[in-house]
Nanobody, 128 residues
Framework: QVQLVEAGGGLVQAGGSLRLSCAAS????????MGWFRQAPGKEREFVAS????????YYADSVKGRFTISRDNAKNTVYLQMNALKLEDTARYYC?????????????????????WGRGTLVTVSQ
């Protein structure tokens, strides 16, 4: 079983930057594709970004392309989400996810259906 713990959320001004991290327990981190989903108040959960087990391929939702970057450090069992040029609509609770299949498949799951493991999330609030 994989346990995921997110960190780095908080309050940031529009146009600013924030970096989220997700630490995974165990020694099998490098076997999993990793991703980020988010859920804004009153909205459905949506895909944000994913990265394959080696870190060689990544995928992004259209809404964050060019602004967000996902990365991973397998030696530290950690995945990151660098968020730049933040917008008000980026306000949401951000969830880390791990899956035994591909990052591409994770990106094709708009609501995160079928994902193996989830963190509890970290809240990001973007202010005017």
């Amino acid at each position: 079983q994989v346990q995921l713990v997110e960190a780095g959320g908080g309050l940031v001004q529009a146009g600013g930057s924030l970096r989220l991290s997700c630490a995974a327990s165990g020694r099998t981190f490098s076997r999993y594709s990793m991703g980020w989903f988010r859920q804004a108040p009153g909205k459905e959960r949506e895909f944000v970004a994913s990265i394959n087990s080696s870190g060689g391929s990544s995928y992004y939702a259209d809404s964050v392309k060019g602004r967000f970057t996902i990365s991973r450090d397998n030696a530290k069992n950690t995945v990151y989400l660098q968020m730049n040029a933040l917008k008000l609509e980026d306000t949401a609770r951000y969830y880390c996810a791990a899956d035994g299949y591909t990052a591409q498949a994770m990106a094709a799951s708009p609501r995160g259906f079928g994902i193996d493991y989830w963190g509890r999330g970290t809240l990001v609030t973007v202010s005017q």
